[in-house]
């Protein structure tokens, strides 16, 4: 049973179900300290920058963002890393670094190729065939493990695709891939393809893992838009783009833009949010639009008042955060294949160990600058962010030793990496869709309680852990708080509130699958899914 609300009903509604009692919030008028705001857009990611321009396209100025960080940006983040022969450093992308899904001739482009085109962001296509195999004794070929693999997920996805269509119970990625034939077990080369083919991109192993929102969540992407990935290098930063839509509607030093302010409560009820901050400041909100990544709301990095109600709290528990680390290091020389992008490494005995090496100084990238960086997620990123930077980089050091078992592989001269799992404005990387759960579960995590709402990456139901998802939902969220400060639908099906399942009965009937829950309908053809 699901609950549609609407402006009108909130009252009614929010008397069903929540257990706030007006007593227990402090009284939004009474306040009078605080900064007044229309809306109180908390953080400057995609999403809230995305909001803030959906509002102020639809003539809503009054609003105030509050950011942690002293920039716009969010999780597209970078750092001078190394030095270039000119005497500068380089710049590297810590966090988001690809646009995944481009677009077709005729077919929808993905809303963030069509930024970086529009601010000019440098991106070249990343060529994923471009890639040599290793394993403990050096460079050895076991790329007919990919044809394999490709093979299977051509049948699991149809497997998938009626589990969705007949509401029949999910199972994990491994059981999907494994019913489908895909049987890696104890060999290490098939599991190092398989952590290039999933974990790379889910931070998060088939086994704990959705089958059928994994490959929808890949395939709403990549069939929709299309399979390319470019990767950016920018001197200016990824984030380029998005401070250049922030210009368009905040002039510089524009007060209605707290940078280097953290929120620690958000006090909420059906007439306003109050949210104060760690200085002392505090904000009064008719609404407010909390777009702190799943992995703050976990870490009750945030107090919310009253509690947020049991329907809300599961929904972001259940959901994971994955963590997702590149160790960027520099060399006197390139040592490695310069015409290949990938290098991949199949540990003897432990699955994920240091798995991909990606080369920056391959001559689409950033030639000659001798820059190689590898990536690890999940468990090897918690394990390895807990660690100083010597003892990572000697167990790199001995990896690339069984790599290149014939030279000697010189020490780096720089060597860097973020701690994504322990940064407090972020705490992981971004969001993966867990075993057994359900779309309704999903638009849980995603509704607004009483004026408090919710979006980013991990509110997507369709592009979860793509910058598009949080483009997406930061529009959604601004175009339905538009529309009811405004008492008037701008935007037909992006109206009034979220509906929300209280009850969750484990189960989401097929016709459930649409924009209401954050389904994109057109997506859902290019699935091979049909709807009839
Ligand atoms: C390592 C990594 C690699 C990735 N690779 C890709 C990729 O290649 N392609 C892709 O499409 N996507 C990628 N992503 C995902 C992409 O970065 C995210 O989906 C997107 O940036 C999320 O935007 P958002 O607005 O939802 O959240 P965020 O960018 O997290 O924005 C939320 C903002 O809230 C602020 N905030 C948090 N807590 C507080 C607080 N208490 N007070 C005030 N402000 C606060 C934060 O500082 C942040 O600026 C990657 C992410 C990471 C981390
Ligand atoms: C914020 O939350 C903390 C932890 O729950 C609490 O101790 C503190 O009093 C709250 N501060 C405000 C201003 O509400
Ligand atoms: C690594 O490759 C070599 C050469 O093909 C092979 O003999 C060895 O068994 C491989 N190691 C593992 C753990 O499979
Ligand atoms: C890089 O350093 C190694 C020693 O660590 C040395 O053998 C090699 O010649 C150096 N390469 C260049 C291009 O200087």
Known sequence: MHIVRSSSIVTASIGLISQSPDHTVRDINQVEQCQRTSVAILGAGVAGITAAQTLSKHSFDDFLIVEYKNEI????????????????????????????????????????????KKWDVKNTYSDFDSLLTYNETGEVDYTNHFAAIDGVYSSAEQTAGTILIENLQDRSARAGFSQAGWKPKKDMAAQAVEWWYWDFESANPPDTSSFVFGIAGYNSTHYQYSDENNFVHDERGFNYWLQGEASTFLRPN???????????????????????????????????????????????????????????????????????????????????DAEKQFFLYADPNKRGYYPIFQSLSHENFMPGSNILFVTVVGDESYRIELQDDETTQAEIMEVLRQMFPDITVPKPSAFMFPRWSLEPWAYGSYSNWPVGTTLEMHQNLRA???????????????????????YFEGREAGLRIASLLGNECVDQGRCGEHSFYDPLHGTTGREAFNIINGWDADSFATYGLNRE
């Not at 710049?91 to 930024?115: D, K, R």
């Open 73 to 116: 940006g969010g999780r597209m983040t970078h750092a001078e890393f190394g030095v270039h022969p000119d005497g500068r450093p380089y710049v590297v992308e810590l966090g988001a670094n690809w646009v995944q899904g481009l677009g077709s001739e005729g077919g929808p482009e993905n809303p963030i190729w069509t930024l970086a």
């Open 254 to 336: 524009d007060t209605r833009l707290l940078l280097d302010t953290i929120v620690t409560n958000i006090t909420y009820n059906d007439r306003g949010v109050t949210v104060y901050n760690e200085d002392g400041s505090c904000i009064s909100a008719e609404y407010a639009l909390c777009t702190f990544s799943l992995g703050v709301l976990q870490n009750e990095a945030v107090t919310f008042e009253p509690k947020l109600p049991e329907w809300k709290q599961t929904g972001i528990e259940t959901f994971h955060m994955g963590t997702y680390t590149k160790i960027f290091m520099q060399f006197n020389e390139t040592f490695w």
């Open 448 to 470: 607004n309680v009483d004026r408090l709402w919710f979006a980013g990456e991990h509110t997507s139901a369709a592009y979860f852990g793509f910058l598009q998802g949080a």
